[in-house]
């Protein structure tokens, strides 16, 4: 009987995570925001919300040692991990040995050429999902480049911070809601799948998490013409929170003598000047975006 370890089995137990990183001599690095999962259950749970089969492929962000690519690589028909720990790699070798359908890609996943990976890994899948346990000092900039660059993603299921997720899904008029709610939602339908107690990580967060599905949108929801001015817009609106709309806008776009063109515009878009920000919901947003841009406001 082989009694010995098996690390090529599922390594998201406490025990087997500690016995690589012994046998790999690692410390796992805060500066890369590495948190591991230890949890088959909360795994499970999170490649279950990316709706997976053989036709579909896997986009990894921080693969680690590569708890949840194990899982993926199960569910999907290819899975294709972005690490940026170059101590990774060997540790990847070894527990993805099993998955001929896993492939590492070595590199910082803000500046990989994600066109490049999905035109060479992903060409004839029927669609990619985006599954990650991200590196929380991150998780905006890189959930922005996925959206922003309109990859072909269906759908981004990732455990982030608590607090980051509960903003993204914020509705209008709450104390999350703000302008990365707005942009979150201009592209996706998010929807927060299971909160996650620290428990599951070595070692543990100081902060809550939770698993956010954002469904990317084949369009977004409301029609703008000039994306640039809307989310300029909106960042605006919300520069001083406790601000009103009108002069949260009058100091990013007007002076004194253009002020009425503002009034006016507000006006026409139905937004009474005295609201803030916050209760502006995307729709209305588009309205001020179109009424400013008649008015001259131009970037
Ligand atoms: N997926 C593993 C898990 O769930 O146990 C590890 C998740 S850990 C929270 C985040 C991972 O992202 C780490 O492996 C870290 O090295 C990697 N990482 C951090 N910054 C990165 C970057 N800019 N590009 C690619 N990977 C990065």
């Keep these: 009987m082989n009694t010995k370890p098996n690390v090529i089995a599922?390594?998201?137990?406490?025990?087997?995570?500690?016995?690589?990183?012994k046998k790999y001599d690692l410390a796992a690095k805060k500066s890369l925001g590495?948190?591991?999962?230890?949890?088959?259950?909360?795994?499970n749970k999170i490649v279950s919300a990316a709706g997976l089969d053989e036709s579909k492929g896997a986009l990894e962000i921080g693969p680690g040692?590569?708890?949840?690519?194990?899982?993926?690589?199960?569910?999907?028909?290819?899975?294709?991990a972005i690490e940026i720990d170059?101590?990774?790699?060997?540790?990847?070798?070894?527990?993805?040995?099993?998955y001929a359908n896993a492939a590492v890609v070595h590199g910082d996943v803000l500046k990989?050429?994600?066109?490049?990976?999905?035109?060479?890994?992903?060409?004839?899948?029927?669609?990619?999902?985006?599954v990650a346990n991200l590196p929380y000092y991150i998780t905006t900039?890189?959930?922005?480049r996925l959206l922003e660059e309109r990859l072909p993603v269906e759908n981004i299921v990732v455990m982030i911070q608590k607090e980051v997720a509960d903003r993204m899904a914020a509705k209008p008029g709450t104390k999350d809601y703000g302008s990365l709610s707005i942009a979150v939602q201009y592209y996706c339908e998010p929807q927060v799948v299971t909160?996650?107690?620290?428990?599951v990580f070595i070692p543990q967060p100081n902060v809550d998490s939770a698993v956010i599905r954002l469904q990317v949108r084949k369009e977004p929801p409301v029609q703008v013409e000039n994306e640039k001015l809307y989310f300029e817009v909106v960042q605006a609106s919300f520069a001083q929170r406790r601000k009103t709309i009108s002069n949260n806008l009058l100091s990013r776009f007007f002076t004194k003598e253009t002020k009425p063109r503002m009034e006016a515009a507000l006006q026409e878009a139905g937004i009474d000047p005295s609201r803030r920000g916050e209760t502006l919901s995307l729709q209305e947003y588009a309205s001020?975006?179109?009424?400013?841009?008649?008015?001259?406001?131009?970037l």
Excluded at 37 to 43: A, F, G, K, Q, W
Excluded at 141 to 144: G, H, R, V
């Design 195 to 199: 909160i996650v107690p620290h428990t």
């Design 10 to 21: 599922d390594v998201a137990t406490p025990a087997r995570t500690k016995e690589v990183l």
């Design 288 to 298: 001020l975006t179109a009424a400013l841009s008649r008015a001259g406001v131009t």
């Design 65 to 80: 040692i590569g708890a949840l690519t194990q899982q993926l690589a199960k569910q999907a028909g290819k899975v294709v």
């Design 34 to 43: 590495q948190n591991f999962l230890v949890d088959l259950n909360i795994l």
């Design 86 to 98: 170059q101590r990774m790699l060997p540790v990847l070798e070894e527990t993805l040995a099993p």
């Design 112 to 130: 990989v050429d994600l066109n490049e990976v999905f035109e060479r890994h992903f060409a004839g899948m029927s669609g990619v999902s985006v």
């Design 141 to 144: 900039p890189i959930i922005m």
